[in-house]
C-alpha cells in the first residue's frame, strides 16, 4: 500500500476522513505543513505536540451516578461537627431535590502516607496510593441531573451535540497501535446521553469510542461488536477476503484514482489483523495468578470491575489512546439519594481494589510514567441530607472531587477547596472546561488550538472555555 | 489554527466579555426623553468622578484601541450606542442601564470589571450620574446618535448573495459548441470552459440505469429492469427510466428519508432522558407520502411549520379523516430535549433554541441560533432577531409540562364529533364498572354471610361460583356489556403536534440568559430577511402561520435556494454550495451561483415541484457523465469540484442494507407503521441499559427506529445522520468497524446466504451460469471470462474446506454463500459510478 501523501491531491480533511491509518491531527499539521515526501507512517510515530507531553494515554474511570465526595476524598472536620444542624449558606437557585440539614460522614477519615491526606475507610487500598494522586477538591459542573452532567463530562456540553473528550484526545494524537482502535469504552452505559457519551460526533467516525460489552452484561461479556465470524473459520475468511480483493484492485484501476476505495481496501486488511489482535490483548489467560489476585478477579465482589480494570491496563500496554472503564450497577449505581451507608459501601467494596491493583501494576509496569488515571463522576453529593432515616444524599455539581494520578500530576497534592462542608467550590475552583484543558494540556496539547472546522467554524473540547490548572503539573 | 470565533450557542458566561442585549431604535420606539443639556455643575461632577473612574477601570478594554465586545465607553456615543448588541447607558434609566447591572456584580454572568469589584461609593457615583440622566460634555450631540446597527448597515447586508432577490439568470452560451438544450448543460459546460476542464463523455447505459436506480429508490436495477433499458432505443429510453422510478412508492422511501436528515428525523428524545417518540412514525409516513404526491414544497413547508393554522379547505378537510397537516406540525417537536432540566424555564428556551436552529438551518440555511446570546458574529443577525423568532415558538405549545421528566404537545387525531362519542362510551364504561363492582361487593357480602364468615374474613377464592345463578348471569350481562364499549371505544390515535399557545412578545435574555431580560421584541423574522414590513401578526396568534407564509414567499430567496442546492447535492454527490445548512459567510460560497440561482427559479415556477426539477436535472448531459478520470483535468481539479466527471459515491447506510436485502430476495416492501413496542413517555434506555429496540425487520431501513443516543449498528457504522441537527448532506468515512460488520455481521451473512440460495435455486446444476446472474443482480453488469473464472475456483476451493467443518451444514450453499459475501463486501457493490 502506498502511503506517500501528496498534499497538492487531497484536501487534509479528505485525508483524515478517508485514511484508515490512525495518525492524528497534530501529526498531519506538521505532515502537511513540512517537507514533502513524509509519509503517514512516519508521521504517526513521531511525537509531535504543541508542547511536550507527559502523558501518552489516560484511562478513565467513571463511576457512575456520582459518589459522595465527602465520604470519600474530600473530608471536612466541620461536617461531621456539625452533623444534623442546618446548612449555614444560601442552597443553589437550581437544585435537584430538596435537601435537608447537614449529614455528617458514616465513615471515619484517616491520613494516608508521607503526604497526610486524609481518605475515607471505603477506600482502604486507593489510599495506599494517594502519594500518587492528585485530588481535584474543586472540581464544579453546571448541571444537576445525571444526563445533562455525564454530557458535559464527556464532552464538554449538556445541551449540544459534541465530540466526546475520548475522541478529541485521538483525533489529536492518533493512535499508537493501527490493528486495535484509538479509544475503547469498557461496560459504559446507555443511559443518561449513551453513545453521546463516546461519540465522535461531527469529528471523522474513526475516532469515535469504540464499545466492549454494555453495563448491564458482565464484564465477562466485553468484547468489540463484530469481531468474530460466527460462520466462517479464518482460512475461509481470508479466501473471501482474497477474492474481493482482487475484484478491487481490478475495480480501483478501472475507476481510480479514489482515496476512498483506497482507503475501503485498506480498511479490511485492518479490519482482519483487529480480529486477530483484540482477542490477544484480551486474553487475561496471558495473567499470572498474583496479578488476577491483586485485580481481584477471585472474589465476587471484585470480579467484575477487577476485570475492567485489568483489561484497561493490556490496552494501555498495547498503544490504545483513551481507555474508559465504567462502574455503573445496573440499578443506581452510585446515586444513592437514600441508602448512602449500605450502597456506597457495596459500590467502593467493588472498585477500592482494582482502581489499587491498576496503580500498582501500572507503576511496577513504567506505565505510569506516560499513563494518566482519571477517577470520577458526574458530579459529587450533597453534605446536606435526603431520603428516610436521613440515609442520603442529593447530586451535587457545585464542587465535588475528582482525581488524577500518574503522568505528569503532581501526587500527595489536594488541589483546590470545597466550602467547609463540602458544598460549594471556593478555591482554586475547576470547572469541568478547566479539567478538559488541563487534561489536553498534559496529553501535549493547547486545548484552544485542538480545533476542527465543522458547519462554518472551529470548534474545540472547551468550546470557548478552559483554563489549564499548571498548579497540578509535576 | 484560528481560534473559535463564532461561539454558537454556548450559554456559559465567556470569561470577561461583555455582551448587552441588542436594543434596535426604531424611530417609532425611542426610548428615553431627549437629554437635558448639561449644567456646569454636573459636567464638573462627570469629569471630576465619572470620567477617572472610567479611564482607570474600564477604558483599556473598552476605549480607543481596544473594544471588547464592540463596546467604547470613552465616547457618549459609545455608551448610548452600545457594544455589540445594544446600549451600556440608559439616561435616567438604573434598571436599564446595563453598566450599572455589571458594576453592581449583583448577576453572576455579567460582572465588571473582570478582576474584580468597584468600591461601593464607586458604585454609588455611577449610579448618582445616571441618576442624574448622565451628563457628558458629547450630550449636546445626543439627538444625533444613531445606534451602531441601523438601516444602513442593513442595506449593506442585504448585497450578501445569499439575501438577494432571485432572478432568473441568462442561459449562457457554450463557446464554440450548438445551443445545449438542457439550460443546465449551458451553465456547466460553459463553466467547465472557463477553467479549462474537458466534460466527461456519458456513462454506459448499464451505468446510468445503476445510477438513477439507486439515486431515485435507494435499490439496484433488477436484470429485467436492465435487461428493458438496453432493449429501448428509442430516444426517450432514459426519460422513462426516469418516469417510471419517480412514480414508484419506492422513491419517497429514499427521498423522503433524505428530508428526514434535514429535519433531524427521530424515534426517540436522545441527549439526557431519552423517551421514546412512540408516535413520531406517523411524521415520517407523513413525509415519505408528501414526497410520492410530489407536494408542492412550498406547502410542504407551511404545513410542518403551522399545518394546523392553515385554512380548513387548504388542509383538505379534517372531516375527511385526513390529518396530514396536523401531523406535519410534529417537525417542531422532534428534537432532542434536556427532558430533566431542572429550571422549566431554562428547559423552555433551550427547547425553543433547538427549535429555532433547526428551523433556520433546515429551512433557510441559516445559522440564527447563533444569536442567542449575542449578535451573530458573521452574519446580519441581531440577538433581537433571535427573540422575534423565539416569541413565534414561545407562543407555540411544543410542550405538555416542563417538568421532568417533560413530555412534549400531542394532538388528538379525530374530530370533534370522535372525541365526544369516546368520551361518552368511556363515561359509560365506567359507569358499567362501578356497578360491576358494586354488585360484587354486595354478593360476597351475601355470600359471606351464607357461610356464616364474618364479614371482614376473606372471601374464597372460587366465591363467584358459589353465587346465585341470578347475579351471575347478572355479573355476566355486565361484564360483556363492558367489553362491548371498551371495543367501540378505543384509545384514539395521537401525534407529536404543536398548537396555539398564550400569544405573547419575549424579552431580550442577555448573553442568553433568563435570569437577566432585556427589552421585549416584537415576534417576526430577521431584519435582514425582512424586506416588506413586519409581519402582520394578531395579537392572539402566535405568527407560525405568517412566519410559515414567509417562508414561502417572492420575498424570502433563501427557501428556494437552500432546497435545490440540496436537490443538486443529493444527486451528484456534491452541492453546489458545499456548505448545505449555512449560507451565511462561514459557508462556502456556491461554485455555480448562476446554475443555483436558474434552478430556484425553475422550482418556484414549476409549481414547486420537486419531482419535475428532478427530472430535469436528470435528463442532463451533466448528470449522465461518466466517472472516468481524464488525465489533464486531474492535474487542474483533482476534486472535482467543477463537476468534470460523475463522482463515484458510496451507497449511504439506508441503500447498502436495502440493496442487500434486495439482491437476497428477502426484502420486505410494505409499508411499516409504529416501531417502537414501548408504552408512551417511557425511555428507551433507563438505569439498567438494557436494550429493547428491536431491528428483526427486513422492511426498508427507513421504517426502523432511529434511536439517539444508540443507533441502530448498520445506521451509526456507516455514516448516517446524527438525527441530533439538521444534516442536509452526509459524510464518508472508511473505518474498519465497517468492515468487521461486512465481514461478519448477521444482515451481510444472511444477505450472502439468501443470493446463493437464489442462484443455486435457479440454476441447480450449471455452476457456470450462476456466475453472470450473480454479477447482473448484484452489480448490474456481465462478468468477463476472467472474472467468471476466478469466482468458480474459489467456490470449488471453498467447498471442500467447508466439508471438514461440523457446523457446516451443506457445504455447497455455504461456499457459495463465501463468494456471494465477497461480491457483496466489494467495492464495486458499495460504490455507485
Not at chain 2, 72 to 99: C, F, K, N, Q
Given at each position: ?474 | ?121 464607586e458604585i454609588q457615583l455611577l449610579r448618582q450620574w445616571v441618576e442624574k440622566g448622565a451628563p457628558h460634555p458629547e450630550s449636546g450631540d445626543a439627538g444625533s446618535i444613531t445606534p451602531r446597527r441601523g438601516a444602513i448597515d442593513l442595506e449593506e447586508a442585504r448585497k450578501y448573495w445569499a439575501f438577494q432577490p432571485i432572478v432568473r439568470p441568462e442561459v449562457p452560451e457554450v463557446e464554440g459548441q450548438p445551443a445545449k438544450p438542457n439550460p443546465i448543460d449551458a451553465f456547466t459546460f460553459s463553466h467547465l470552459q472557463k477553467q479549462g476542464l474537458t466534460p466527461s463523455a456519458a456513462a454506459d447505459k448499464r451505468t446510468l440505469l445503476r445510477r438513477a436506480t439507486l439515486d431515485l429508490i435507494g435499490l439496484p436495477p433488477t436484470p429485467e429492469e436492465i435487461a428493458a433499458f438496453l432493449a429501448d432505443e428509442t430516444p426517450s429510453a432514459f426519460e422513462h427510466v426516469i418516469d417510471r422510478l419517480l412514480s414508484s412508492r419506492r422513491y419517497g422511501e429514499r427521498w423522503g428519508r433524505h428530508w428526514l436528515d434535514v429535519v433531524r428525523y427521530a424515534d426517540s428524545n436522545g441527549l439526557d432522558e431519552n423517551q421514546g417518540f412512540v408516535d413520531a412514525w406517523r411524521y415520517r409516513n407523513y413525509v415519505i407520502d408528501a414526497m410520492n404526491a410530489d407536494k408542492p414544497y412550498d406547502r410542504f413547508l407551511q404545513e410542518q411549520v403551522a399545518g394546523d393554522l392553515l385554512e380548513k379547505d387548504e388542509r383538505h378537510g379534517e372531516a375527511s379523516g385526513d390529518y396530514s397537516a396536523v401531523i406535519a406540525t410534529g417537525f417542531l417537536t422532534l428534537g432532542p430535549k434536556v427532558l430533566a432540566e431542572k429550571d422549566p424555564v431554562k428547559m423552555e428556551m433551550d427547547i425553543i433554541d ?480
Amino acid at each position: 500500500m502506498n502511503n506517500e501523501i501528496s498534499s497538492a491531491v487531497l484536501s487534509r480533511r479528505c485525508l483524515l476522513r478517508n485514511s484508515a491509518v490512525g495518525f492524528g491531527y497534530l501529526a498531519l499539521q506538521a505532515m502537511l505543513s513540512g517537507p514533502t515526501g513524509l509519509s503517514a507512517a512516519s508521521a504517526a510515530s513521531a511525537t509531535l505536540s504543541h508542547f511536550p507531553a507527559r502523558a501518552k494515554r489516560v484511562i478513565f474511570l467513571f463511576m457512575k451516578g456520582g459518589p459522595s465526595h465527602v465520604d470519600s476524598f474530600d473530608y471536612k472536620p466541620k461536617l461531621q461537627q456539625d452533623d444534623g444542624k442546618p446548612f449555614p449558606f444560601e442552597k443553589p437557585r437550581v437544585q435537584f431535590a430538596p435537601t435537608g440539614n447537614l449529614l455528617g460522614s458514616p465513615w471515619k477519615f484517616q491520613q494516608y502516607g508521607e503526604s497526610g491526606v486524609h481518605v475515607s475507610e471505603l477506600f482502604p487500598h486507593v489510599a495506599q496510593h494517594v502519594d500518587d494522586i492528585c485530588f481535584l477538591n474543586s472540581v464544579h459542573g453546571t448541571n444537576p441531573s445525571h444526563g445533562g452532567a455525564a454530557l458535559k463530562l464527556h464532552t464538554g456540553s449538556d445541551n449540544f451535540i459534541r465530540p466526546s473528550m475520548g475522541s478529541w484526545v485521538t483525533y489529536g494524537l492518533g493512535t499508537e497501535n493501527d490493528n486495535l482502535p484509538g479509544f475503547v469504552t469498557i461496560c459504559p452505559t446507555f443511559a443518561h446521553g449513551g453513545a453521546k457519551n463516546w461519540d465522535s460526533a461531527f469529528l471523522p467516525a474513526r475516532f469515535q469510542g469504540v464499545p466492549l460489552g454494555v453495563a448491564s452484561q458482565p464484564s465477562t461479556k466485553a468484547e468489540v461488536k463484530y469481531i468474530a465470524n460466527p460462520q466462517w473459520n479464518a482460512k475461509v475468511q481470508r479466501m473471501q477476503l482474497d477474492l474481493m480483493q482482487a475484484m478491487n484492485q481490478e475495480h480501483l484501476a478501472m475507476s481510480g484514482p479514489e482515496s476512498s476505495l483506497e482507503a475501503r481496501i485498506q480498511a479490511f486488511e485492518l479490519a482482519y489483523q483487529m480480529q486477530t489482535e483484540m482477542p490477544l490483548a484480551q486474553n487475561l489467560a496471558e495473567e499470572t495468578p498474583d496479578t488476577l489476585e491483586m485485580y481481584g478477579l477471585n472474589d465476587a465482589m471484585t470480579e467484575d470491575f477487577g476485570r475492567q480494570c485489568l483489561l484497561a491496563r493490556r490496552f494501555a500496554e498495547r498503544g490504545v489512546r483513551f481507555i474508559q472503564v465504567t462502574h455503573s450497577d445496573s440499578k443506581v449505581q452510585w446515586d444513592q439519594h437514600g441508602d448512602l451507608k449500605a450502597g456506597h459501601t457495596k459500590n467502593a467494596a467493588e472498585v477500592d481494589k482494582p482502581i489499587a491493583a491498576l496503580l500498582t501494576d501500572l507503576k511496577q509496569r513504567g506505565l505510569l510514567e506516560d499513563t494518566l488515571v482519571l477517577w470520577g463522576g458526574e458530579f459529587g453529593r450533597t453534605p446536606t441530607c435526603q431520603g428516610a432515616g436521613a440515609d442520603g444524599r442529593d447530586h451535587n455539581p457545585e464542587g465535588f472531587t475528582m482525581w488524577m494520578a500518574g503522568a505528569g500530576v503532581q501526587g500527595g497534592l489536594r488541589y483546590g477547596a470545597t466550602d467547609d462542608y463540602g458544598y460549594y467550590a471556593v478555591e482554586n475552583k475547576m470547572h469541568v472546561h478547566d479539567l478538559h484543558a488541563t487534561l489536553l494540556h498534559l496529553l501535549g496539547m493547547n486545548h484552544e488550538q485542538l480545533t476542527y472546522k465543522h458547519a462554518g467554524r472551529d470548534f474545540r473540547l472547551t468550546d470557548v472555555h478552559g483554563q489549564v490548572h499548571h498548579q497540578i503539573l509535576a | 489554527m484560528s481560534t473559535p470565533r463564532c461561539y454558537r450557542r454556548s450559554l456559559c458566561w465567556i470569561a470577561l466579555l461583555w455582551i448587552l442585549p441588542t436594543l434596535r431604535l426604531s424611530p417609532c420606539e425611542s426610548r428615553a426623553a431627549e437629554p437635558p443639556a448639561p449644567s456646569s455643575d454636573d459636567l464638573k461632577f462627570f469629569e471630576a468622578k465619572i470620567r477617572p473612574l472610567l479611564v482607570s477601570k474600564c477604558i483599556d478594554c473598552h476605549g480607543e484601541d481596544t473594544q471588547e465586545s464592540a463596546l467604547r465607553l470613552d465616547t457618549y456615543a459609545g455608551m448610548l450606542g452600545g457594544g455589540t448588541s445594544g446600549p451600556a447607558i440608559v439616561p435616567g434609566s438604573l434598571d436599564e442601564s446595563l453598566l450599572l447591572t455589571a458594576v453592581s456584580f449583583k448577576h453572576e454572568l455579567l460582572q465588571m470589571p473582570p478582576d474584580g469589584k468597584l468600591a461601593d461609593d464607586e458604585i454609588q457615583l455611577l449610579r448618582q450620574w445616571v441618576e442624574k440622566g448622565a451628563p457628558h460634555p458629547e450630550s449636546g450631540d445626543a439627538g444625533s446618535i444613531t445606534p451602531r446597527r441601523g438601516a444602513i448597515d442593513l442595506e449593506e447586508a442585504r448585497k450578501y448573495w445569499a439575501f438577494q432577490p432571485i432572478v432568473r439568470p441568462e442561459v449562457p452560451e457554450v463557446e464554440g459548441q450548438p445551443a445545449k438544450p438542457n439550460p443546465i448543460d449551458a451553465f456547466t459546460f460553459s463553466h467547465l470552459q472557463k477553467q479549462g476542464l474537458t466534460p466527461s463523455a456519458a456513462a454506459d447505459k448499464r451505468t446510468l440505469l445503476r445510477r438513477a436506480t439507486l439515486d431515485l429508490i435507494g435499490l439496484p436495477p433488477t436484470p429485467e429492469e436492465i435487461a428493458a433499458f438496453l432493449a429501448d432505443e428509442t430516444p426517450s429510453a432514459f426519460e422513462h427510466v426516469i418516469d417510471r422510478l419517480l412514480s414508484s412508492r419506492r422513491y419517497g422511501e429514499r427521498w423522503g428519508r433524505h428530508w428526514l436528515d434535514v429535519v433531524r428525523y427521530a424515534d426517540s428524545n436522545g441527549l439526557d432522558e431519552n423517551q421514546g417518540f412512540v408516535d413520531a412514525w406517523r411524521y415520517r409516513n407523513y413525509v415519505i407520502d408528501a414526497m410520492n404526491a410530489d407536494k408542492p414544497y412550498d406547502r410542504f413547508l407551511q404545513e410542518q411549520v403551522a399545518g394546523d393554522l392553515l385554512e380548513k379547505d387548504e388542509r383538505h378537510g379534517e372531516a375527511s379523516g385526513d390529518y396530514s397537516a396536523v401531523i406535519a406540525t410534529g417537525f417542531l417537536t422532534l428534537g432532542p430535549k434536556v427532558l430533566a432540566e431542572k429550571d422549566p424555564v431554562k428547559m423552555e428556551m433551550d427547547i425553543i433554541d433547538e427549535q429555532i436552529d433547526t428551523f433556520s438551518q433546515a429551512f433557510l440555511g441559516m445559522t440564527i441560533a447563533c444569536a442567542r446570546c449575542h449578535d451573530h458574529k458573521f452574519d446580519p443577525i441581531y440577538t433581537a432577531d433571535y427573540y422575534a423568532l423565539a416569541g413565534i415558538f414561545k407562543s407555540t405549545k411544543s410542550m405538555q409540562n416542563y417538568t421532568v421528566i417533560a413530555k412534549y404537545n400531542e394532538r388528538t387525531l379525530a374530530t370533534d364529533e370522535e372525541i365526544k362519542r369516546k368520551t361518552e362510551l368511556d363515561a359509560q364504561r365506567k359507569a358499567k364498572e362501578t356497578e360491576l363492582a358494586a354488585q360484587v361487593k354486595a354478593a360476597n357480602a351475601a355470600l359471606l354471610k351464607e357461610i356464616g364468615a364474618a364479614a371482614d374474613s376473606a372471601v374464597p377464592a372460587d366465591a363467584e361460583q358459589k353465587y346465585p345463578e341470578e347475579t351471575k348471569t347478572q355479573l355476566a350481562k355486565l361484564r360483556k356489556e363492558i367489553a362491548q364499549l371498551t371495543a367501540d371505544a378505543p384509545e384514539l390515535p395521537t401525534a407529536m403536534a404543536v398548537e396555539e399557545g398564550t400569544a405573547a412578545d419575549t424579552q431580550i435574555h442577555v448573553r442568553g440568559s433568563h435570569l437577566m431580560l432585556g427589552r421585549s421584541v416584537e415576534r417576526g423574522v430577521p431584519a435582514v430577511m425582512n424586506r416588506s414590513g413586519a409581519l402582520k401578526i394578531g395579537e392572539s396568534e402566535s405568527g407560525r402561520l405568517q412566519l410559515a407564509r414567509w417562508l414561502t414567499s417572492e420575498e424570502n430567496p433563501l427557501t428556494a435556494r437552500v432546497a435545490v442546492n440540496r436537490i443538486w447535492g443529493w444527486h451528484f454527490g456534491e452541492a453546489l454550495a458545499p456548505t448545505t445548512d449555512n449560507f451565511g459567510r462561514l459557508g462556502e460560497a456556491p461554485t455555480q451561483p448562476e446554475l443555483l440561482d436558474w434552478l430556484a427559479v425553475e422550482l418556484r415556477e414549476n409549481g414547486w415541484s420537486i419531482k419535475k426539477l428532478q427530472k430535469q436535472i436528470m435528463l442532463s448531459e451533466t448528470y449522465q457523465f461518466s466517472s472516468q478520470a481524464i488525465a489533464e483535468n486531474e492535474q487542474l481539479d483533482p476534486e472535482n469540484k467543477a463537476h468534470w466527471r460523475a463522482n463515484v459515491q458510496r451507497l449511504d447506510a439506508e441503500s447498502l442494507r436495502d440493496s442487500l436485502l434486495a439482491v437476497s430476495g428477502l426484502l420486505d416492501t410494505s409499508r411499516g407503521e409504529s416501531v417502537l413496542d414501548l408504552p408512551k413517555w417511557k425511555l428507551v434506555f433507563d438505569h439498567t441499559s438494557k436494550d429493547a429496540t428491536t431491528y428483526d425487520t427486513f422492511r426498508r431501513s427507513i421504517y426502523l427506529p432511529v434511536i439517539r443516543n444508540n443507533m441502530y449498528d448498520g445506521f451509526s457504522l456507516f455514516d448516517f445522520a446524527t438525527a441530533d441537527v439538521t444534516t442536509g448532506s452526509r459524510g464518508t468515512s472508511t473505518v474498519a468497524p465497517q468492515a468487521l460488520y461486512a465481514m461478519n455481521s448477521e444482515l451481510f451473512l444472511s444477505a450472502s446466504e439468501g443470493l446463493a440460495k437464489r442462484l443455486i435455486e435457479e440454476f441447480p446444476s450449471d455452476a457456470e451460469a450462476r456466475v453472470p446472474r450473480l454479477y447482473e443482480i448484484a452489480l448490474g453488469r456481465l462478468p468477463q471470462p476472467h472474472e467468471v473464472e476466478r469466482l468458480l475456483k474459489y467456490a470449488s476451493q471453498l467447498e471442500p474446506l467447508l466439508q471438514t467443518d461440523a457446523k457446516i451444514e451443506d457445504p455447497h450453499l455455504a461456499a457459495w454463500s463465501a463468494v456471494c459475501q465477497s461480491v457483496l463486501a466489494s467495492n464495486e457493490f458499495s460504490y455507485v459510478e
